[in-house]
């Protein structure tokens, strides 16, 4: 690749801009979408650059097309996107059952808008975790800043790769269209996963059988190594079959790759934690009031933290359950009614007290409404 | 015993397969395999795509790479496959449910972009797998599982439609014409650009036992063979004459410049920062 497409060093970017071009850093060459505010700008940028950087992009006829494609793309061995916003995330339920069950890594953009509006919401946590037919695992990152836009797509890049499975990169108009600083290293700086591929010829070669790690490696299209692809139930050879036996064995490793290894994929950050006696649990914009909250909280003397999670799913409930350990009170703000409180609920009932706090209006919390509610929890 | 010229390409434990006895499908996959064979093409440069359904299967039993399983989307697949390696050959089996119905907007749209893939619709005028409901490529007033009362409805003439979204090369046969139909699946994947090849196929099961009232499948293929006519003398047949008829033969045959020779040629040409 030659330097002048390369973007790298310090940049002021749309936050949809950050996505596409940490795509791009992370070795993204397919992408396809459809138009939907607000994430078209994700695609409309992916048009102009991909060419440049060797890529293709297609736009397709609908979202449907456009996640199937990016699978197609997935297995003739090239890294692809897609993005779209809430609505059009229904349509792409169906590729991504797909992509779990066949292990194609892909990495889907969800920039969440209110229903059949364009307001910012995270009115989608719990689709991405339970919205497909069937079983499956999903890991989803949800960016706060532009330059965790960027970050956080080169991480679900090398997730993807490193898993293959389906990895979303969760984010709201508020991060999508905010302009903000964005350091990129230099692209050879950047740490990047690529698939495994297989180290024994196609005649021994298992396309569905899970290394230690649960993960098999992966031939591309044209390889010789004449891999069946099907969301059917298959046993390891990849030969469809119905046996509960297998049928069994296959989702219990295709959700276990992800599950039992919550611990290594599971990314937060906290803040003043350690002599805290009040959490504010957030994730995407609403970290940004509530750390505004707890620093503040803290000036006035009150023993507040934030607990930011940069990996909604799959949840970390080592995390949360020595969050719930340590304070007295839990905060969960949310630009919703209150869903993924219902999560922190699960882990941490019975451990401390848990205060949802809920605003589902199409707008952020501030922080003083949050820094609010940390006042009356701290009496 | 010798063993069948295609055995070969079967892949290792996908038999028996699934299809009922007297089925098109199995014939129109020989057809595809002897048409394989006699262009001797490498099936390691090759990606098969199935959906959901009878003719979906094709795929399965085909010791290649292959992706199945959800319906409607082969040629969303197929569009990444092809745009991310341009060097693979690729061919799609869709049912004409798979390909009119719920695929109808990607079918229409690959043929539109003139996506170098061949595609080989079976179309047997009904949803065979699920129990022989109507298609859109069931005749008016048939009598099927969801029509009991008749159908209301038009049936789609797949080759217009095809033509008419802009595929570069079309033709149909049917099950009764091997030959030609082998012919044409060559010609099909030669064809630089988007090929459409509409197969007419038996469903002794269904369509054959409820709309056509045949109790066996080689009724059914006179029947295919009698009710054809060539393009060429349909072209003297009044509206009147050609009603229930099989129009087979080319339609479309033209040479122009695919997605992916415009993505290269843009390439090329696009302005430099």
Partial sequence: ?379 | MKPHPNAKFIREGGLPHMFCPGCGVGQIMNYFLYAIQELNLDIDDMVLIGGVGCNARIPVYIHADAIHGVHGRTLAWATGVKLANPELTVVIFAGDGDCAAIGGNHFIQAARRNLDVTLIIVNNGIYGMTGGQVAPTTPFDARTSTTPWGNLENSFDLCKLAKAAGATHVSRWTTAHPKSAIKAIKKGIQHKGFSFIEMVSQCPTYFGRYVLGFTEPEEYLNWLRKNSVSKEKASKMSPEELAGKIVVGEFVDKREPTLVERYLEMEKTMVKR
């Fill in chain 1, 1 to 379: 690749m030659s330097k002048y497409e390369e973007i790298s060093g310090v940049q002021f970017l749309l936050g949809n801009h950050a996505i596409a071009e940490g795509a791009i850093a992370a070795g993204c060459r397919y992408f396809a979408g459809y138009p939907i505010t607000p994430a078209s700008e994700i695609a409309e940028r992916m048009s102009e650059r991909m060419p440049r950087v060797g890529g293709r992009f297609i736009q397709m006829e609908d979202e449907i097309g456009s996640i199937f494609s990016v699978i197609g793309a997935s297995l003739a061995g090239v890294k692809a996107m897609t993005a779209t916003a809430s609505d059009g995330y229904n349509y792409m339920l169906e590729g991504i059952c797909f992509a779990v069950t066949t292990e194609v890594p892909c990495v889907i953009v969800n920039v969440q808008r209110t229903r059949q509006d364009i307001q910012p919401t995270q009115a989608d946590v719990m689709q991405i975790k339970w919205g497909a037919s069937g079983d499956f695992e999903i890991i989803c990152l949800a960016p706060s800043s532009v330059q965790e836009a960027f970050d956080l797509t080169v991480e679900a890049f090398n997730l993807a790769e490193k898993y293959r499975n389906p990895v979303v990169v969760i984010s709201e108009a508020i991060i999508s269209h905010m302009r903000g600083k964005v350091v990129i290293p230099e692209y050879d700086k950047i740490k990047i996963i690529n698939r495994k591929k297989p180290k024994v010829p196609p005649e021994e070669f298992l396309p569905f059988k899970g290394e230690e790690d649960g993960v098999p490696p992966m031939s591309k299209f044209g390889d010789g190594y004449r891999i069946l692809y099907s969301v059917n139930p298959h046993d390891e050879k990849g030969k469809i079959l119905w046996d509960p036996d297998v049928y069994e064995r296959l989702y219990d490793r295709l959700l276990g790759k992800i599950a039992r290894d919550v611990d290594n994929i599971a990314k937060y950050e906290t803040h003043f934690l350690d002599d805290a006696d009040i959490a504010v649990v957030s994730y995407g914009s609403e970290t940004r009031s509530a750390l505004d909250a707890v620093i503040k909280a803290r000036k006035e003397g009150i023993k507040a933290a934030n607990v930011k999670l940069t990996t909604i799913w799959p949840v970390s409930s080592k995390l949360l359950e020595e969050v719930a350990d340590r304070v007295k009170k839990i905060i969960v703000p949310e630009m919703n009614v209150g869903k993924y409180f219902l999560e922190v609920q699960r882990i941490c009932n019975g451990k401390t007290k848990l205060v949802s706090m809920p605003k589902n209006r199409g707008e952020m919390h501030t922080s003083e409404e949050i820094l609010n509610i940390i006042r009356r929890n701290s009496k």
